[in-house]
């Protein structure tokens, strides 16, 4: 069993009504229509959501690598979350070698990962190098005071606004934008008068 710190979401450990995971499932959810061919999940935490994915989606689907840079959390998802179309492995998402281990992949998810890591312009760079030309990443963050402000949460380095969200993807084709708050996902603008703590984009290299 890994540790249940309050940031890490794992299933069991959790009532089914509790809001953070149902965000995370919303998330995986949303990401299973764009599902196609080979699958990189980045950051795949416990691993419930590559296992959400590879199920919805086995018939689109070739392979699902999942990777995470916990190898307590790797584990964890071997023993719990096994699939047949499913690698789960300990990588580092800014490692500047991963695009030659992995390989390039058809759709790229990656949930909640942004606001861990301070090396962001490596990860990005990863991410688009790993990206096949015509391929769809899927990404969220939530929003915050801004890059190298505090934040309230202890596991998180910043939070973006809104608009540095928007400027990350500027090199990619085609970019939409999505708000979450619990499980509704809406298009950007989203409602009126709604505050939405989390964005989503999809984006077309």
Known sequence: MIEFTGERII???????????????????????YAKGRVLDFACGSGFGSNIIASAAKKEITELIAIDIDKDAITYAKSKYYHPLVTFQQENAVDPTLPQKLGQFDVIVSFETLEHIAEEKEFLENIYQMLKPGGTLVISTPFGQGRGMPTNEPFHVHQLTKDEFHELFSRYDKAEFYYQRGVLVEPEPGREGRHYPFGIAVCKK
């Open 11 to 33: 299933p069991e450990l959790m009532k089914p009504t509790n809001g953070m995971l149902l965000e995370h499932i919303a998330r995986y959810h949303f990401a299973i229509y």
